[in-house]
């Protein structure tokens, strides 16, 4: 009988079925992308329940999608994980070029507008980095999630100290702080999707809590989300400001309140979604918020380039517009726009998934990326013969 290994052993591989989708996760994607949407083209905060709109929709969306690549990652990676060897090594060749992929749409989509801070770069890295991640023991990722948490505060802290904080290095969402999002949805997918009602219960509560303090301690203030450094000098430091970045709860600041809030929210979220569909009458009640979530990159580029449209914002304008502001795009907040902008791209989104969900199991560019990566990943083509040089 064929030995299995203790790393194998120590890590479990839930799945939904074959080809099952979770009906929550596929709801809290649509809630991520709904509130990047909002975060985008919403009206001004400019009225409590505008602020209160933005507090959701400000940094807590782009996050909450980040944790959700962590989970998918371990919907992908899991079985390969399991069984080693081939498949293992399949499974994270079919994740890194999925990264590259997303990495590529990401910039592709930065260059043609200037309106919105593209979040697909930085969870296209993150898919890259965390690939061989889905393979390691909890306590493992224990132990770099708490690393990331602490130092990763520090690293972005100093960065920005030393005025070395800069979008190219970022992609405008810091990088530790993402890849903790990641390292956290692997956990989530491992330990807390398909753990039961109780566990749903325990973690929206929990993380309902953890976020309301960070909110609370921190004074989380929404509309502080620039990249700039404050000044600060070297040769006679000014220690205060360095403890302000450090525990800073900015969104996309990648401060200890930042991270708090944001996983905190994110998990909440998550067991919320989850307890909700575990209702069959809500679940197919909420059926436009999954067929949306289960098309989500699909629907996060379309908002991308249909924004520019809503917004009034020319292409042509971008030649113009984008030279001295090329690398740093705006930052994820709402900037004042009609709000019937993000009513109409909602509703049409909402409307357009579900019927496409009808006809077909998977969204547009969900379907070409799976085309492209299998394309990309075959190990049965014979080998090529290359013509002797002469």
């Known amino acids: ?55 959701l929709a400000t940094g807590l969306p782009s996050s909450l999608f980040a944790v959700l690549a962590g989970v998918s990652l371990g919907f ?9 060897g081939q498949r293992l090594a399949a499974s994270r060749s079919r994740l890194y070029v999925r990264g590259m992929l997303v990495v590529a749409i990401g910039l592709g989509l930065t260059y043609v507008q ?24 909890t306590r493992t990722l224990l132990i770099w999630w708490a690393v990331l948490f602490l130092a990763g505060a520090a690293v972005t802290t100093l960065l920005r100290l030393g005025g070395f904080y800069s979008v190219l290095i970022t992609l405008g969402y810091p990088l530790p702080a993402w890849l903790l999002y ?7 997918h491992r330990h807390l ?8 219960t325990v973690a929206a509560v929990t993380g309902a809590v953890v976020a309301g303090a960070g909110v609370w301690w921190w004074r989380l203030d929404v509309l502080d989300i620039g990249h700039d450094s404050p ?36 998990v909440a979220t998550v067991g919320l979604c989850l307890l909700a ?19 989500a990159l699909t629907v996060y580029v379309a908002h991308v380039l249909t924004a520019t449209m809503l917004t009034g914002f020319s ?61 990309a990943t075959r190990t049965d083509l014979p080998p090529r013969v290359t013509p002797a040089s002469p």
């Open 1 to 55: 009988m064929p030995q299995v290994s203790a790393v194998t052993q120590s890590v479990p591989v839930p799945t939904g079925g074959s080809g099952a989708r979770v009906a929550g996760i596929d709801v809290a994607r649509a809630l991520a992308i709904f509130g990047m949407m909002f975060a985008h083209i919403g009206a001004a905060a400019d009225s409590p329940a505008g602020d209160a709109a933005h507090l």
């Open 76 to 84: 992908m990676g899991s079985a390969g994980a399991a069984a080693g």
């Open 114 to 137: 200037s309106l919105i801070a593209v979040v697909l770069m930085a969870i296209g890295i993150e898919i890259i980095l965390l690939a061989p991640a889905v393979r390691w023991r």
């Open 182 to 188: 990641g390292i956290t949805g692997i956990l989530l």
């Open 193 to 200: 999707i398909h753990a039961g009602p109780r566990m749903w």
């Open 231 to 266: 000044p600060f000098d070297f040769h006679d430091p000014d220690l205060a400001v360095a403890r302000e970045l450090f525990l800073s709860a900015a969104p996309h600041s990648g401060g200890l309140g930042d991270v708090v809030v944001s996983v905190g929210a994110s």
């Open 277 to 295: 569909c575990r209702v069959h009458w809500v679940g197919v009640l909420l059926y436009p918020l999954r067929a949306t979530g289960s098309m």
């Open 315 to 375: 292409l042509m304008a971008l030649v113009g517009h984008w030279a001295p502001s090329h690398g740093a795009p705006l930052p994820e907040t709402g900037s004042g726009f009609d709000p019937d902008g993000f009513a109409v791209t909602a509703l049409a989104a909402l409307l357009l998934t579900s019927l496409w969900r009808w006809r077909f199991r998977r969204g547009p560019l969900e379907g070409l990326l799976r085309w492209i990566i299998r394309k």
